[in-house]
């Protein structure tokens, strides 16, 4: 059984900073994929940042220069860095992983419970 459980959030002003962490726990082999998804009421979910396979990070073009991804290996841990918050932010943000469970397992997605990110004007 694989769980994907994410802290942090909450609301902040406008222009300031929260950060999201994610961690995966389980039976793990290799956590392909790590990343975060957000979803805004009466809108379709969408990446905001995830390392891809290979080590490359993809980031949406709206959060650019504003947030980071990072990682922990070791803890299959990610976290995202969020500054310069607009309220456009404002959104359920969830963790999603592409988790082997074996060496010979295909990779499947999992995905967090989300957690709620509020930046007032």
């Known amino acids: 059984q694989v769980q994907l459980v994410e802290s942090g959030g909450g609301l902040v002003q406008a222009g300031g900073s929260l950060s999201v962490s994610c961690a995966a726990s389980?039976?793990?082999?290799?956590?392909?994929?790590m990343g975060w998804y957000r979803q805004a009421p009466g809108k379709q979910r969408e990446l905001v940042a995830a390392f891809a396979s290979g080590g490359s990070i993809n980031y949406a073009d709206s959060v650019k220069g504003r947030f980071t991804i990072s990682e922990h290996n070791a803890k299959n841990t990610v976290t995202l860095k969020m500054n310069s918050l607009k309220p456009e932010d404002t959104a359920v943000y969830f963790c999603?992983?592409?988790?082997?469970?074996?060496?010979?397992?295909?990779?499947?997605?999992?995905w967090g419970q989300g957690t709620q990110v509020t930046v007032s004007s």
């Open positions: 999603f992983a592409n988790i082997r469970t074996s060496y010979s397992s295909a990779s499947l997605p999992y």
């Open positions: 389980g039976s793990i082999f290799s956590a392909d994929v």
